[in-house]
């Protein structure tokens, strides 16, 4: 059960997994914030066909994100996610704040 929740736990909650954080990535959702559990489930689950041993492994999530305008795999696109550098996350959350005081 634990290897199931892994990632909609650390990606909903805090946004990023082990590897994330070892890369400095963290997910994020349009506004710069953490994507909640129910996004990160839905990321989790296309990962299950994206990222398939079975299915040629990475290939396709990485086809994906190639061919994707906004570098997103599926289940970012499905979820309303991207996995940003962290350390452009202040950047973005600036930018969204500055559109809201605009309005």
């Known amino acids: 059960m634990a290897a199931i929740a892994y990632f909609?736990?650390?990606?909903?909650?805090?946004?990023?997994?082990?590897?994330?954080?070892?890369?400095g990535l963290v997910v994020v959702d349009a506004k710069g914030n953490r994507p909640g559990l129910l996004r990160a489930t839905g990321r989790t689950v296309t990962r299950m066909i994206?990222?398939?041993?079975?299915?040629?492994?990475?290939?396709?999530?990485?086809?994906?994100?190639?061919?994707?305008?906004?570098?997103?795999?599926?289940?970012?696109?499905?979820?309303?996610?991207?996995v940003i550098p962290k350390a452009d996350l202040a950047r973005l959350r600036s930018?969204?704040?500055?559109?809201l005081t605009q309005d």
């Open 8 to 23: 909609p736990v650390s990606e909903g909650l805090w946004g990023r997994t082990v590897g994330k954080l070892v890369t």
């Open 50 to 82: 994206e990222v398939n041993p079975f299915l040629l492994g990475g290939l396709p999530a990485g086809l994906i994100v190639f061919a994707s305008e906004r570098r997103q795999r599926l289940g970012d696109m499905l979820a309303g996610t991207y």
């Open 95 to 99: 930018a969204n704040q500055d559109a």
